[in-house]
């Protein structure tokens, strides 16, 4: 192999391989980013059940944090990701019997990080719910709001507001979680990392970069989240 | 007011008769997980190869074994290199706190994945140097390669909690400790330290588990750990039930230790309660 200079293979172009590690911190940020709004939405409905007085709904909110906290991260997406397809298989052959099922990693891994993120935000949104006082709900009644319009105008605004730092957290531990997906062959970035390492041999330079590029995800969602807290709190004031 | 009034008054009100909507919400979604949980005994049932488990068993076993001792090693070296980086943190000298920042920066900031990858096939290619200095029987080892990347890892988080349970003592028990002549060290261990454990339990409890689900990583660098033997078992057998019974014995591993931890909390705090 000839001898190539490290601004050589960090170029961009067909010698280099900037262009492939773009294209994965591409694939990390759109896998981050889709799996945010599933994993809220689920994560808020998981603590609004553990949060109710019914009994039966605790105790279903209560497992589905206790088994996706529980399980490693790794073992969680293998087992979707082999386990989904058998599954989806056995349905489908009930209807078409030679159909053949292939999950694609992007969408294993999105599930997956789904289920850790919304176990994890759950408990934020938890906390947050125990420290909205009662009064709160019972003045929206007094005014004559319904439950649904109690929770969305009065108890959603200070909920978000008290459960942003938690969820920053989840969404930091997100952000590295998106590098397990790698070990199921999707293209992003520690995954384009690893490639260009191999047929390199240069290892340390690659693997380096990929961990500046996950401390820059990381340092920029913090100053987009700190714009945003700035944002928040102004409409606090007023 | 008498005293079965008073009863009356602070009894929580009555639960709500009959199949209100939330009642029948929960059942369906605790019948589902009921459905659920029986399906995969089903399947463990209906899949039952006793050939399987006498094959495997032995080699889930010793992968434990490499599981438990892969994170008690690496626990216990991060305990110890956690005290300078915290030392580091808590410093008032700019550049000790600067470096100490910067490290527990970038082990916090990047994925454990990534860094255990730096170590085993990042510093094992610069093989020649490390002959020459004689430390690459150590990164030849995955286990041990492992065994680092982790205590690296798990120092910068512990540092954070050492740090962050010794400033929860309020700076009035340090100058008491002052003024009755003891010094730094013993103010420490005699009046910091026990009060800063009770704050450090619970994260340090969480650090564990944390430790043990992250250590299912090291399978990919080809540690023959639980989850390592578990891959093995997979891509010989193409046996789903590889990977559940992995995960069944990681979450009782990690029940077990959640409620201790929550057991050991309530020892230690019983003289806070009334």
């Known amino acids: 192999m000839p001898a190539q200079s490290i601004w050589t293979l960090l170029s961009w172009g067909p010698d280099g391989w900037s262009d ?15 799996t945010l709004p599933i994993g809220l939405v689920i994560g808020f409905f998981v603590a609004f059940a553990k949060q109710q007085e019914e009994p039966a709904l605790r105790l279903a909110g209560n497992i589905y944090t206790t088994v996706f906290r529980g399980l490693p991260e790794l073992v969680t997406l293998f087992l979707f990701f082999f386990g989904m397809p058998l599954l989806l298989q056995h349905l489908v052959r009930l209807f078409n019997p030679d159909a ?4 694609n990693g992007f969408v294993a891994g999105m599930i997956v990080l789904s289920l850790i993120f919304s176990s994890y ?49 989840c969404w930091l531990s997100l952000l590295k979680d998106t590098s397990l997906v790698s070990v199921v062959n999707l293209a992003e970035t520690l995954r384009q990392s690893g490639v260009a390492a191999r047929v390199t041999k240069h290892s340390f330079l690659f693997y380096s970069v990929a961990a500046l590029i996950f401390l820059l995800l990381a340092v920029l969602s913090s100053i987009a989240t700190s714009y945003i807290l700035r944002h928040l709190g102004r409409r606090e004031a007023r | 007011m008498t005293v079965s009034q008073a009863i009356a008054i602070d009894k929580p009100p009555p639960q709500a ?7 029948i919400l929960g059942y369906a979604l605790v019948g589902i997980w009921v459905l659920f949980g029986a399906g995969i005994v089903a399947y463990l049932v209906y899949a039952w190869n006793a050939e399987f488990f006498a094959r495997y068993a032995p080699a889930y076993l010793q992968g434990l074994g490499t599981t438990l001792s892969l994170v008690s090693i690496s626990m216990v070296l991060g305990a110890i290199f956690s005290l300078p980086v915290a030392y580091g943190r808590m410093s008032k000298n700019r550049i000790l706190s600067g470096l100490a920042y910067c490290y527990v920066y970038f082990f916090r900031g990047t994925p454990l994945l990534v860094q255990t990858y730096l170590v085993y096939y990042g510093v094992g290619s610069f093989r020649p140097e490390l002959e020459t200095v004689g430390l690459w029987w150590f990164f030849r080892e995955a286990f041990y390669c492992g065994v680092f990347a982790f205590s690296l890892n798990t120092a910068a988080y512990q540092a954070e909690i ?28 005699k009046v910091v330290l026990p009060q800063a454990i009770i704050v450090a339990l619970r994260p340090y409890g969480n650090e564990l588990i944390l430790m043990i689900k992250a250590s299912a990583i090291v399978a990919i660098i080809t540690v023959y750990d639980l989850m390592g033997n578990a891959k093995l078992a997979y891509a010989k057998s193409f046996d789903i039930q590889a990977y559940i019974w992995v995960a069944i014995v990681y979450l009782v591993m990690v029940e077990i230790l959640r409620h201790g931890v929550e057991w050991i909390e309530r020892r230690i705090t019983i003289h806070l309660h009334r």
């Open chain 2, 162 to 189: 050492l740090r962050g349970a010794i400033e929860s003592v309020p700076r009035g028990q340090w100058e008491g400790a002052a003024s009755l002549g003891l010094h730094k060290l013993q103010t420490l261990r």
């Open chain 1, 20 to 34: 492939d590690i773009a294209s994965g911190v591409l694939v990390t940020i759109a896998l981050a980013l889709a």
């Open chain 1, 121 to 169: 935000a759950s408990e934020v949104f938890l906390s947050a719910f125990r420290a909205i006082p009662k009064g709160q709900y019972e003045g929206g009644y007094a005014i004559g709001l319904s439950k649904w319009q109690t929770m969305r105008l009065v108890v959603l605004p200070q909920l978000i507001r008290i459960a942003f730092p938690g969820l920053e957290n």
């Open chain 1, 100 to 103: 053949t099922i292939d999950v």
């Open chain 2, 17 to 23: 008769r009959g199949w209100p909507r939330a009642r």
